[in-house]
């Protein structure tokens, strides 16, 4: 029996940690605005089996490249158009990523110090958050983590080697790096390529071994892959590499031209907190747990590669003036690995674990009480948050008090440091269906979906539930003034050229009268709940079929009859003239 399979506490780790990353991943209606989207660009491409070019609405999608959303349309195309279809990949991925993490650290600090690091990495909220959500940082992680994984064995090659197989091994790993680089831009756009190269040039640099990222053979498959996808993009929409490099890159990163900014400490609680209990075992465990140096006086090479793992792309994402909590997943399996190299002889660090799962679990258990002023206990929302708090707080001050008596033993003490997470699936279940149906359109889809009919045609005024298309199988005639409904930048950016396209869903702002007033082909209108003009105009005319929070649907109109509709009744906001449009009916 292996070192390994003696530690049940340790597999029983793993196998909770897997069962808390996919309990319940379909539970759940999608949640808009990222999930409804996603899934929707995902279905349109199975839809039309072009695995190029993504789009939203029938409309190019460029915020993101393809990779990510060929990937959920195949699997859309195998289990159909649903939440596990959706969210599926994600998964995989996270599970793909745990498996490469339980493999490097196997090699590099023994069967257990794996397993540790394996456990950790899938026990972090971060992980597990973005393991069971429609999105890309899974997937970027896994090739960021393939990319650092090989360009590190690569350089564990002697540079001077004489036996052809270690020269070929070198050369290959150095090309699956490259491949991995490849598939990460084809995920997430440049930084794909440029947060592994962050992280190994200065590895590589420190260890004098800035050959192992060198090897033209590789440097040819990376253009390979690429360039196809890079052609076909720029051949269907001529300005996709000067939005994608100047937009969504060099804008996103310097300017807070599209809205993401935040202060320059914005990342350290992310990744503090994202990342308990690791995060403070690894800092309570450094002083007693580092690898000393060895007799030349040199650091131990996987300490120095795991902390510039966390190190740099923490200081470029600081520096940058795009902020979102997800930029920090890719550095995630390094404080796992790290926990693992400091546990791989001894559990150090481990009461600093259980002191910060007993603080959390207080906070958690209080929250709903210190602040119960501004909880709305009348939604249903609200309601779900103090009863799934307790009993995460109360798993919280269990496993800290545990792990306080345990922190000798290393494997009960990795148990009982994973439960946290492993069980915010399964205490969360009334509160996240509370929030699927607060914040989807799953529930409207259906009333919808009662009185529709293959001729049917949406109308959505200046609002576009992201979840709705998905759930109805269909795209939408957008009645806009910019197209920013979509959530895309690139669309938003683009409007007037888009706007005027041949078969564009773009209509003018206050085209949806005279589609109300002519309804051929019968239709259905979808209005902000806040427009009440608009929804008092529709409801003289139309029954209403469902509303939710945001959005209410109205219909079908099916007649040319209707009433005259005066010119000023389109809404609170501003209208444009009217216009004639290529598609106007």
Excluded at 280 to 297: E, N, Y
Excluded at 300 to 314: G, N
Excluded at 326 to 349: C, D, E, F, S, T
Aim: proline share 7%.
């Amino acid at each position: 029996m292996t070192t390994l399979g003696r530690n049940r506490w340790i597999v029983a780790s793993l196998a909770i940690v897997l069962v808390g990353l996919s309990f319940r991943i379909n539970g759940y209606p999608l949640l808009e605005p990222d999930e409804g989207r996603n899934a929707e660009i995902a279905r349109e491409m199975a839809v039309s089996n072009n695995y190029v070019i993504p789009r939203l609405n029938g409309l190019p999608y460029l915020d993101k490249p393809v990779l990510y959303f060929a990937v959920d349309a195949v699997v859309m195309k195998m289990l159909g158009p649903n939440e596990l279809a959706a969210r599926l990949p994600s998964l995989l991925f996270t599970l793909a990523t745990l498996a490469l993490v339980w493999w490097f650290g196997r090699r590099t600090l023994g069967p257990v110090g794996g397993a540790v690091a394996a456990a950790a990495t899938g026990a972090a909220p971060l992980t597990l958050a973005f393991a069971r959500t429609v999105i890309f940082d899974s997937a970027l992680t896994f090739f960021v983590v393939l990319a650092i994984f090989s360009f590190y064995f690569a350089a564990e090659i002697p540079r001077d080697a004489n036996a052809t197989k270690e020269r070929e091994r070198a050369a290959r790993m150095t090309a699956v790096g490259w491949v991995a680089l490849a598939l990460a831009v084809l995920t997430k756009g440049p930084i794909g390529l440029a947060l592994p190269l962050m992280v190994m040039l200065p590895y590589l640099a420190w260890r004098r071994r800035l050959d192992a990222l060198w090897d033209p053979i590789a440097l040819l498959v990376f253009v390979a892959i690429l360039l196809p996808w890079i052609f076909a993009m720029s051949r269907e929409v001529p300005d996709f590499l000067e939005y994608t490099l100047v937009t969504e890159t060099f804008k996103r990163l310097t300017t807070d031209e599209l809205n993401r900014t935040g202060p320059i400490w914005y990342f350290l609680p992310i990744i503090l907190a994202g990342s308990l209990p690791w995060s403070v075992v690894a800092l309570s465990g450094w002083k007693h747990g580092r690898p000393r140096r060895d007799a030349t006086g040199s650091w131990d090479r996987r300490a120095v590669l795991f902390l510039l793992w966390i190190v740099v792309p923490l200081v470029f994402f600081s520096l940058s003036q795009s902020k979102r909590p997800h930029y920090v997943l890719p550095m995630i399996p390094a404080v796992g690995l790290l926990v693992g190299l400091l546990w791989r002889n001894k559990p150090h660090g481990t009461r600093g674990g259980g002191v910060a799962l007993i603080v959390c679990g207080i906070i958690v258990f209080l929250a709903p009480t210190i602040v119960g002023t501004l909880l709305d206990v009348n939604t249903a929302v609200g309601a779900a948050i103090p009863g799934t708090a307790r009993g995460l707080g109360f798993v919280c001050l269990l496993s800290g008090v545990v792990g306080l008596v345990v922190s000798h033993k290393r494997d009960i003490a990795l148990f009982t440091m994973c439960v946290p997470v492993v069980a915010i699936p399964f205490v969360s279940v009334n509160l996240m269906t509370a929030i699927g149906d607060d914040r989807s359109a799953r529930d409207l889809a259906s009333a919808i979906e009662q009185v529709l009919t293959e001729q049917t045609e949406i109308v959505a005024i200046q609002t576009y539930p992201l979840s709705l298309p998905f759930y109805l199988g269909r795209e939408f005639r957008l009645a806009t003034a910019d197209g920013s409904e979509l959530t895309s930048n690139y669309l938003t950016h683009s409007y007037s050229r888009w706007r005027d396209a041949i078969e564009s869903p773009f209509r003018p702002v206050d085209w949806w009268l005279d589609a109300l007033s002519d309804c051929r082909p019968p239709r259905v209108f979808l209005v902000s709940t806040d427009n009440a003009t608009a929804r008092s105009l529709l409801a003289d005319r139309l029954p209403l079929i469902a509303s939710n929070r945001k959005v209410a649907a109205y219909g079908p109109c099916g007649g040319s009859d209707l009433a005259a509709i005066p010119a000023d009744a389109a809404g609170p906001t501003h209208l444009l003239p009217h216009s004639t449009h290529p598609n106007r009916h």
